[in-house]
Structure formats: structure tokens, C-alpha cells
T-cell receptor, first 117, second 112 residues
Framework: GAGVSQSPRYKVAKRGQDVALRCDPISGHVSLFWYQQALGQGPEFLTYFQNEAQLDKSGLPSDRFFAERPEGSVSTLKIQRTQQEDSAVYLC???????????????FGDGTRLSIL | SQQGEEDPQALSIQEGENATMNCSYK?????LQWYRQNSGRGLVHLILIRSNEREKHSGRLRVTLDTSKKSSSLLITASRAADTASYFCATDFNQAGTALIFGKGTTLSVSS
């Protein structure tokens, strides 16, 4: 596609519900990143995929957060038993880079704004 | 945790004026990038400067990097209302090499 696509754009859930957020990266992009952005803050790293391999999940805040990219393209971020502190914008980014990722720009989607009531 | 700190947090200027934003970081880096984020949108890559570069230009953007002071600046010349956005610096994560670390951003408002 022309850019990184995320769905849904907005998600409202009740505390305790599970949610799934989808990311369609740019076709052919090897690397995929998930970030969490709180209001008024910069994005914070959650996890990184190189193709289908999840190489770094050190930023996931708890074991309620789970991400997958089974075929090396579309990725899903799942949050189980949501809490109010999970309310944030979840951004997905992709890049052509394999190694030395930081030599390549990351292309971001517009994010999913998650609100937990 | 956030590596970079932008300064100022907010900046309001008139169209045609120049806008300067600064970024300081804590650990050694390979590269530093600047991104722009319009309200409700994702981040857009503006420019990347490598640790062995001191200055880089792209259109109305000028970025400087001082590795001895662990700081960078972004200058937008002849600003336009469309430049209104939040600007973030991002540094690479040296250890695992799998993330960008963003600052809290500078919110720029350009009025006509």
C-alpha cells in the first residue's frame, strides 16, 4: 500500500475487555515496530519484528500485551484484560531496514487511539 | 524511558519567522532523527543526521549535531502555518539496536 495503515482508528473498551489492534505495513518493509504514545509525550517503544520474528519485546509493559506478525506482513497487537492505564495512542511503524535499522527512516501509521473506560 | 529532551516544550511564532528547537540526549548515538507529528496523525520523518556529521540541510530545514555536548538543533526557516505540529528528536538505541528513543517533543504553533 501507499503507507502504513492501522485499524481501528479509535477503540473504546471497558476495563477488563480484550482488544486487538491491526497494522498493515508498507509492502516489502522488513521491520515493523509498535509504539505507545501517552498524551503530550513522545512515542515509547513496545516491540520490534524483523519479518515474522519478534526480535525485541522488551518494551511491552506487562504480560497482558502480546504482538504477532505470523506471515511477516500484517501485525496485531493484543491487550488482554485492559486497564485504564492502557489508554493511549498505539502507533505502528515500518522500515526497509533489516540490520542497522537506525540508518533508515521509520514510516508511521496514524495510530489507534485506545480509551479504556 | 526517554533519551532525548526537546527544548522548548512549546513555541509560538508568526509566519515568516524562524523556529529553532533543541534536543539533548544522554548516551552515545550512531544517528539522530527528527520527526514531525500533526495533531491526530502519525509521525513523519524529516531528516537523519549521522554522528560524524555536524550539519545537514533539507529544504527549509537545517539540523546541527554536537556530539561533544550531546545536543542537536532543528531550525525551520521562513515558517508557514502548515508547519504547526509537534517535533520530536529520536536517537538510536545502542544496545539492542531495535528501537528509536523519542523525546517529549516541542509543540510549534505558527500563526498567520
Amino acid at each position: 500500500g501507499a503507507g502504513v495503515s492501522q485499524s481501528p482508528r479509535y477503540k473504546v473498551a471497558k476495563r477488563g475487555q480484550d482488544v486487538a489492534l491491526r497494522c498493515d505495513p508498507i509492502s516489502g518493509h522488513v521491520s515493523l515496530f509498535w509504539y505507545q504514545q501517552a498524551l503530550g509525550q513522545g512515542p515509547e517503544f513496545l516491540t520490534y519484528f524483523q519479518n515474522e520474528a519478534q526480535l525485541d519485546k522488551s518494551g511491552l509493559p506487562s504480560d497482558r500485551f502480546f504482538a504477532e506478525r505470523p506471515e511477516g506482513s500484517v501485525s496485531t497487537l493484543k491487550i488482554q484484560r485492559t486497564q485504564q492505564e492502557d489508554s493511549a495512542v498505539y502507533l505502528c511503524a515500518s522500515s526497509l531496514a533489516t540490520a542497522s535499522y537506525s540508518n533508515q527512516p521509520q514510516h508511521f501509521g496514524d495510530g489507534t487511539r485506545l480509551s479504556i473506560l | 524511558s526517554q533519551q532525548g529532551e526537546e527544548d522548548p516544550q512549546a513555541l509560538s511564532i508568526q509566519e515568516g519567522e524562524n523556529a529553532t528547537m533543541n534536543c539533548s540526549y544522554k548516551t552515545s548515538i550512531n544517528n539522530l532523527q527528527w520527526y514531525r507529528q500533526n495533531s491526530g496523525r502519525g509521525l513523519v520523518h524529516l531528516i537523519l543526521i549521522r554522528s560524524n556529521e555536524r550539519e545537514k540541510h533539507s529544504g527549509r530545514l537545517r539540523v546541527t549535531l554536537d556530539t561533544s555536548k550531546k545536543s542537536s538543533s532543528l531550525l525551520i526557516t521562513a515558517s508557514r502555518a502548515a508547519d504547526t505540529a509537534s517535533y520530536f528528536c529520536a536517537t538510536d538505541f545502542n544496545q539492542a539496536g531495535t528501537a528509536l528513543i523519542f523525546g517529549k517533543g516541542t509543540t510549534l504553533s505558527v500563526s498567520s
